[in-house]
């Protein structure tokens, strides 16, 4: 358990985040929002007021002076999503900032350590250039873009910045080093509406005299490849000067095909190393032997823009992840070997070639094998996913692609022509450098598999969307998986600023007149509007309200989120959504409609316009949380009104009072009904029977449910003291199950619950059936932000021992600090120990024996709390408890405690 015993101060304040990042640069809003954590050796700590100070230069904040705000001793116990409340910002401008606070007692703490935040270009005359490229394209080459421009010696550079953004994917190269360490760059957008741009520090990269800029750009999501980029050099003596893509006759902008002849994020690329220019980015580079030459550099060309407002790039660039090493080479022929990297997984192999000029290699990448050993790609359909390597000749030549990425697990590397010799692979991970933030291990060792195969998907399809799957013609960003998964993404992932910039994206589909949104984000595949399941709309941002206390999300989407619900209500018959394009999408294949193809996918149980109605009420009943936390009481009112009446129509339409089943009484039908609170409380009991006898009856413990509805069930239970039934659900390893899906060796979670690798809808890693992944945190382990939260700042702690668990160890890195729970489950005793980081409290529940059942008393530490008299009073950190069904539940401040129940 987390302690402080690595410094004298009682409690000082740390971690200090901008707009949800550490010293940011490019941020481009006015008033950021500002976050700390605090830190305190006591328990029960609460942080009761805190002063912050930003300051023009470091040397005014060691002195205290908040030139640019000072925020003043203000009594609150709010230490995320603060919105700065200072001077005006302007473009590019440096901040230093630092924070103190107050803690229960009324002491006041030391200043935390400086920290930084920095604008970006605010305004479109900011931006002193034009988008430039080669106008009439290099054939779907990658293109390189090349200029000289000279430094005064003598001149000190005090600071440079380069703004960039290079479509569809670019790099970034000065004076023949790359610039930073993004990957796929810029994130995905709809291009027509917004592009994201990238802000660099470059000032250790220039020196007096000639510099050279290189950018080398590829095809990405737009295909006609063309850079903006600026260069604001400030020196010392307080001048400036900007490098720009623009006409600069004499010494402008030059254009020239590059050594990726072919590049496509499906097919993968063609990497021609005898058409490298050695030095192309480098001042020894001699320009005057090339230029104007159709083989060379020909003069670049202003091209049109993309249309779509420029905005910084806050969220964590694409990067590469780490590496692994194969785990078995199987040497298929002279000229073929196959490659197994033991994981599924997205990103590229690099590879360590040698041999003469003109040898070719190729590596095909697969999640599948054939019999014969040899990659099976059927299930990729039109994506070619192979990268091929021309060889210049030579002892050692080292490749990676740029603009291209893969799922797989396999890859096949064929020498096509020549006497190429692959000495050496790696697979390298590519993903977003979101933060991984939680931890999970118990004693089942078949749930700990299956919650690293969650892990590894969501890992695997976070590429600046949260795309469906990393490996064949699709990767879209589908609003009804995410619905599904994101609160698991939450789990797992620091997901603050990812996901605020895929609110945009989503809003970027939004019919302004209607308030329609799209079923995938940016618009790509899918329909317009979207599928009634699409409510991620507003889960997400509620839970990066309550998860990192971000108000502003909410504010800032909620005329958005208000349009989509509204726009379902002026659809919907009397209350009823009849429109449905995949429902419960993807239930095992016996449980789905047939189509003609032998496909199918959509459930004939639990029927589209229920699944749809029951996501119009949980729109409703959002919106009515979210009008209560932005304070706008008439809104409540409407949509708690609108939320009874689709509560009534609900039940009117599809519950059968005979029978106690909600439309034929499927598990999504009677699940989802009970997880989103439709069900008269009256016949709660007996949806519940109903539900867990066609589990373990009709189905023999397993699920028939598809993407959405598993998730409610699983939850479903546990709340309805059917625990032990979810369980045995989440542990078979018979179809159709995530353990079936490991016993066929998978190391991701499949699309489908069949196991096929034919060429059919059957991806292997796709993350929508990975929703099981937050019931691991929130159930089994207990960790959960309480509906009141902001920011984490009040928690449940509940866990739900089930099965033969014999322990369980889990941990959430929240906004106030590091969450943690350890149970241990005995004969006769059932122990937990928690950390709760300062200044949040939580609702501690422990597992008792059922009334009447046997005595118990608990203790924390050798201290007794509660005897059969109930809770005693007069512990430090605990302010109560009362008992419930199956539980006492405790009141408790933060610090570590350790609880045991011992029956007697």
Known sequence: MERLNNTDKLFFTADLLCEYASNPLGIDTKTPLLSWALRHKERGQTQTAYRIVVSSSQTLLEENNGDL???????????????????????????????????????????SKAATFETGLFYPEDWHGTWYGHAGGFNGSSVLMRKEFELQEGKRVAKARAYISGLGYYELRLNGRKVGDHVLDPGATDYSRRILYSTYDVADRLKPGRNVIGIMLGNGWYGAP?????????????????????????????????????????????????????????????????????????????????????????????????????VKVTR???????????????????????????????????????????????????????????????????????????????????????????????????????????????????????HRNVWWTEASNLHSIPTDCPQRDERMAWLNDATARAEEALYNFDMSRFYQKWLDDIEDT????????????????????????????????????????????????????????????????????????????ASPIIDCEIQSDGEGAIS????????????????????????????????????????????????????????????????????????FGLVPEERIKDVVRNLVEDIEQAHDFHLSTGNQCTKHMLEALAEQGQIETAYRIVTQTTYPSWGFMIANGATTIWERWEYDIGNAMNSRNHPMHANVGSWFYKIVAGILPAESARGFDRMIIKPYP??????????????????????????????????????????????????????????????????????MQGMDGIYGGIGSEGYAELEVGSGVYSFTVEHI
């Open 510 to 585: 939004r019919d302004e007149t209607t308030g329609a949104i799209a079923d995938t984000a940016p618009y790509r595949w899918g329909f317009r509007p979207a599928d009634p399941v699409a409510s991620c709309y507003l889960t997400i941002p509620l839970l990066l309200y309550r998860h990192y206390g971000n108000k502003r999300v909410l504010q800032r989407h909620y005329e958005g989120l208000k349009g989509w619900t509204e726009y379902l209500a002026n659809e919907a018959e009397q209350f009823i959504v009849k429109r449905s394009y995949y429902g419960d999408w």
């Open 332 to 450: 298929i022929s002279d000229k073929v070997q196959v490659y197994d990297i033991g994981q599924n997984m997205a990103g590229w192999a690099k590879i360590v070639v040698s041999g003469s000029s003109g040898s070719i290699v190729s590596m095909k990448y697969a999640e599948s094998l054939y019999e014969d050993g040899t990659v099976n790609q059927e299930n990729l359909r039109l994506a070619d996913a192979k990268d091929t390597y021309i060889l210049r000749g030579g002892e050692r030549e080292i490749y990676a692609p740029r603009f291209t990425y893969h799922g797989f697990r396999y890859v096949q590397v064929e020498i096509e022509a020549g006497d190429a010799r692959v000495s050496q692979l790696t697979a390298q991970i590519v993903r977003s450098s979101v933060e991984a933030i939680g931890s999970f291990a118990c004693s089942d060792e078949l749930v700990n598999r299956i």
């Open 604 to 675: 004939k149980g639990t029927p589209g316009e229920l699944v749809s109605t029951a996501h119009f009420y949980w729109n409703a009943a959002l919106l009515v949380q979210i009008a209560a936390i932005l304070d706008k009481p008439e809104d409540e009112r409407v949509y708690a009104g609108l939320a009874a009446n689709i509560k009534e129509a609900f039940n009117r339409s599809f519950f059968d009072g005979n029978t106690n089943n909600y439309a034929k009484g499927s598990q999504g039908s009677n699940a989802i009904a009970l997880k």
């Open 226 to 326: 063309k850079a903006l980029l600026q260069m604001n050099i400030d020196f010392e003596d307080g001048s400036r000067e900007v490098v720009c893509t623009a006409w600069d006759w004499g010494a402008g902008w030059h254009v020239s095909r590059g050594p990726i002849v072919r590049n496509s994020i499906f097919e993968g690329e063609v990497y021609d190393a005898r058409l490298e220019k050695e030095g192309w980015d480098t001042e020894a580079y001699d320009m005057a032997k090339y230029n104007h030459r159709a083989s060379g550099w020909i003069t670049a060309s202003s091209m049109e823009s993309p249309g779509g407002k420029l905005v910084s790039q806050v969220m964590e660039p694409i990067k590469v992840m780490g590496e692994i090493n194969p």
């Open 802 to 871: 089930a099965g033969d668990l014999s322990f369980v160890n889990a941990s959430l890195k929240t906004i106030k600090g590091l969450v943690e729970v350890r149970w241990v489950r005995g004969n006769d005793e059932f122990s937990l120990e928690v950390n709760i980081p300062a200044n949040s409290r939580a609702k501690v529940c422990l597992p008792v024996p059922a009334q009447q059942a046997r005595a118990f008393i608990i203790k924390e530490g050798s201290n007794i709390i509660w005897t059969g008299g109930g809770f």
């Open 69 to 111: 705000w000072d925020s003043g001793k203000v009594i609150s116990d709010q230490s995320s999503g603060i919105t700065y409340g200072g001077a005006d910002l302007s473009s590019g401008q440096t901040c230093w900032w630092k924070v103190k606070a107050w803690d229960g007692n009324g002491r006041e703490g030391d200043y």
